[in-house]
């Protein structure tokens, strides 16, 4: 039964164009902003380093392995640049993404900005068929596939101390991929986040945010629902529903000296629920002191998204 799962995940895989894995999930996605939205960019007010590694249904053969690599900081006050590197693999497949970020940041108010983000790179999608153990595998997928596609993304992203809200759409070309059957291509994704802080006591915090993924007529529209608790500004407990797929619990620590590590735990509400242990996720990072004169010190005040 456990390789009848695995022929059948790799399938799934094969068929990428119509499935939300053709962008990598992630639970954690609240803290690493760069990868859902280039106008992210340089609004921590300094450099801010993240890595994450995702390990997706845990004992399924072929599920989905992927490592992240972003930073972004601010420049000249207005303007942030941002780098993120991605492999993705999954079954057959691999693909290795990177993207560089250009944001503008315009200010409304005091404490008001809104962010005009770009960005541009390239993926390198690649597929090893020997990796499928099947004797009736179809002969058009005898031949192993690789090509390098580029592309471009933008995004919008208002921000203030207590709450954001933004939108982008990572990969504006529609490339076809070259595959064996001639019909997979990369699908516009577009995203919707938003979070915000309600304050409960001087060291209480609720921190709800949301994250909602369409691909319209090819997918059905999926939501994050998060809802956290921030403890004296450095500890972060948290609960996300997301739509048609799982619930998760997720913990981050931002200690004073810039350091974030965080952690997030998949329970699978689908089919696939009784042939896997689940999904874990481990985050990362680094925020280096900011520019901004009206604080001291990032570590006084710090950057709850």
Known sequence: MKN????????????????????????????????LNPAYAGTRNGLSLTTVGRYQWVD?????????????????????????????????????????????????????KLSLGLQGGITSFQTDYSLINSENLDPVFSTDHSEILPNFGA??????????????????????????????????????????ILPITDHLKLRPSFLIKSVPS???????????????????????YRTQDSADILAQIHLNNGFRLGYAYD????????????THEIMLGYDFGGKDSRK??????PRYF
Not at 62 to 82: E, F, N, Q, Y
Not at 155 to 179: A, D, Q, R, V
Not at 224 to 232: K, M, S, T, Y
Not at 272 to 278: D, E, P, R, S, T
């Open 155 to 196: 995004g919008l992203y208002l921000f203030h101390e207590k709450y954001y809200l933004g939108f982008s759409i990572p990969k504006l070309l529609t490339n076809k991929l070259g595959s064996p059957t001639k019909e997979a291509k990369e699908f516009r994704h577009y995203l919707l986040s938003g979070g915000l």
């Open 60 to 112: 399924i053969e072929g599920a989905p392995r992927t490592v992240s690599l972003s930073g972004h900081s601010t420049i000249r006050d207005k303007m942030g640049v941002g780098l993120y590197g991605e492999f993705d693999k999954y079954g057959a497949n691999q693909a290795i993404k990177v993207f560089a970020s250009y944001a503008y940041h315009l200010g409304l108010t005091e404490n008001l």
């Open 267 to 278: 329970y699978t509400l689908t089919v696939l629920q009784a042939y896997n242990k689940g």
């Open 218 to 240: 090819y997918a059905p529209i999926e939501a994050d629902i998060n809802l956290g608790l921030i403890i004296r500004d450095v500890f972060f407990i948290g609960a996300t």
């Open 4 to 35: 009848i799962i695995s022929i059948v995940i790799l399938g799934l895989c094969l068929s990428i164009p119509v499935l939300s894995q053709q962008n990598s999930e992630y639970t954690l996605n609240m803290f690493n902003g760069l990868i």
């Open 296 to 301: 001291p010190a990032r570590f006084v005040t």
